[in-house]
């Protein structure tokens, strides 16, 4: 990143914090309204919303393979002043918290999605690189699960309306291929059936003379219906998540939109309206 980026977020309210970052001012105000605008725009294919909470139960980590193949990306935390108690798992990846609410049971043709919200933290073997690779972030995802071709299709028409968002914000955007799943582990042969299937693609943006990922669409087929006994139609459900690091768009949209909320595109400056 650039010094000139980061001093023109910085003056957007976008902070540099140790490894993370502090938003006020504008960052803050942009941050509130991506929030309310994902919310509105994935929540038109939602049943219903969660909110996550910072900490995971180690036991989902393990059922849904999380520290089978990514064990180097999960922090965990304790006390110091109580030793012998078992850290803490932080949340990796918000979905996860979704599954084991529908654990065990049949789903009707209908299936379930929600909106789920919640503060993530990885690892990533310190790798971190400010404003767009932090360590902890807010994410922001529609997750569906159901039979197959429900999901499938709940799939593509949220696909569709992100598009249509992206465009309508005149956010330069593409959709590419990617093959850094966060389910299937990261071996050479996980990726090859991850490009293969075309089971990832992530949402690009320009900004700050950077070419930025702000989003994901992850289609898991029935591993975590496998992994947490989910069925409909008698078999494993199938499912999908489509995710956002609201920080990575704040940083974005500050740099792409400036630090003045009525030099913002009109949807984004309803929300900052509304908060």
Known sequence: MSHDLERELARRGFLRSRDGCLLTGAAERLFVAWQGLLGEALGEFADGALVAPAFIDDQVLRDSAYLEHFPQLVFSTGNALHPQQAARPLTPAACLHFYPLLRDQALGDEGRAVVIRGRCARYEDAR??????????????LVGVGNAAGVGALCERARARVIQLFEALEMTSALEP???SFYLGDGD???VVQKLRGLKTEMVVSAGGERVAVGSINRHEAFFGERFAIRTDGSPASSFCIAFG????VACGLSTWGGEPSDWPIAVAKHVALS
């Open 128 to 141: 971190w690189a400010f404003p767009f690779r932090l360590p902890s972030f807010e994410m922001v995802e």
């Open 178 to 180: 990617a093959t850094d």
């Open 189 to 191: 042969g996980a990726q």
């Open 246 to 249: 609201l920080e990575r768009l």
